[in-house]
């Protein structure tokens, strides 16, 4: 009795630990202090864009030293690894953002946060152009300011090789609002099948889903759709739902390029077990509004028929990107993106612009992993140069004042230790990729070289807890957890704004 009873209250005790914990966490999420306001004698670093690596530099970056101004035309962070989630609706949208005031308004002096397009870069009288293209606009809407440092992350745009239909009516799947229009897309596609009178043929393409690229977006994406038919639209379009078909079009001999033979040989088997139909070595040539033209193994065209076409066939630079290359000839030749050296600045101009993330041209892969360490390696540059700063101006100040040699060489000792910024190393920390039916693959890097390819409960629960822990905030955590019980409970919503 008294084992249970002791046990009983280290239960309550603990309890009302986490719980105390949890609402002084949430407390402090929702006051913000008060900060220190932006200083002229201080220099300015222009942030641009509010992804994985502008992020990062903004939760580490010490902005006592410095005034930070942040320019995106998203006012928030998108955590993109659970996007796929959003398509079908196991997660929503909100649950997976996070506003950029929520970050910048925790920092030590105040940032300033535009929510505009960067629609020019003058790299040679650092300046930028930008411009508000909201609905909603006040009589300044274009503006232009200088900077002393730029920090370039606009990430990219998607690869559409010129293919006019694809922008015109294919789904991509990189912003929030793509995976919004999907998941209404999907569900049009359904309730028009299901309209009295649909002829078999039809209904047959309006139940087509064609995912145009095997990396691993397009495979999240497939995997995520087949899922959301399994666990709710069979339930509730019975007369339909098992006629939905989803077919992955992938131009390369094989999906997922970036992982090993064993984790592509069990996606592809676990694909299969989900009836999804992958097409290797077929290229997309065209699209239009019913069908897609594809250029099969043996070299000849065949139209496939689709309801909703969903386009992940990778990305390209921005036309942001493209003009700051062409601003700097001499130095910017890669057609993939932003060349940099390996502290990240930015060839040719080295002393005051540093590029991150996918928009530039690195041997390391366009990943928020990638990204978000850049960011951070970035932030801890800063705050060394913040140092250094701080210890020039002693320097300067002691010699005035008349100090004595040895403390004078002991100020310029600390410059030198502070004037050694070391490159930046990128740590690959693995790959994981969700691909149905509570299944993932992971390739870890843990002793040597050991990949995982495993299903059920437990790799499903650790591809989610690795990305809960990834996501920044408690209230971020807290939304996507609340939102996997939801479905849990209910199944996922079917209905459509
Ligand atoms: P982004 O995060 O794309 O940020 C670019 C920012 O620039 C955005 O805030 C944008 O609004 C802003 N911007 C755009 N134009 C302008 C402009 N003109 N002026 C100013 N700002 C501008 N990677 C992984 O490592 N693991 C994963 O599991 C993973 N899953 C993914 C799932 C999906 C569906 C997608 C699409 C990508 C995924 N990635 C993943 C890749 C990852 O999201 C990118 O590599 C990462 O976002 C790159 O970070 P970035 O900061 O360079 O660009
Ligand atoms: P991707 O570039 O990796 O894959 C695009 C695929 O589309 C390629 O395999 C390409 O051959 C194919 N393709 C291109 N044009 C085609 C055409 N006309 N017809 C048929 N197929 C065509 O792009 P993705 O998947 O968007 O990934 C981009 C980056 O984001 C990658 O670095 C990836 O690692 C990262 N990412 C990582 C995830 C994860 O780790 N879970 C999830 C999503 C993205």
Redesign the pocket.
Known sequence: GGFFRGLKRTFYVLAIGSLGTYAYFVYQGRHPPDQLPQDPTKKTIVV?????????LLKNIDTEEYNVVV????N???F?????SVTVGTLDGRSIVQPTRHTTRFKTREVKVYE????YVDPINKTVT?EDRSEVKGSVSKVTIPYDYLVY?????NQTFGIEGVKKHACF???LSD?EKIRARLIDCVESAAIKGQSEEEIDRLLHMVVVGGG??GI??AAELRDFVESDLIRWYPEVANKLRVTLVEALPNILPMFSQTLIKYTESTFKENSIDILTKHMVKDVDERDVLVKTPSGEEKKIPYGLLVW?AG?TA???TRQLMAALPEHQKNRRGLEVDDHMRLKGAEDSVFA?????ATHF????????Q??AYLARVFNQLARLQVLEDKLAASKKAGADASELSGIERQIEKAAKIRPFKYSHQG???YIGSEKAIADIPLLGNNQIASGGVVTFMFWRSA?VSMLFSLRNRSLVAADWFKVFLFGRDVSRE
């Open positions: 641009l864009g509010s992804g994985w690596g502008a992020t990062s320019i995106s035309p998203h928030y962070f998108l993109t690894p659970l996007l796929p505009a397009d960067c629609e930008f992350s606009v990430g990219t745009e799947l990189k912003e995976a691993p977006t999240e994406y992940a990305n921005r036309p942001l991150l993330g996918d928009a530039t892969a366009p990943t928020a992993q990638a990204a978000s850049q960011g790959s994981l990729a990305y």
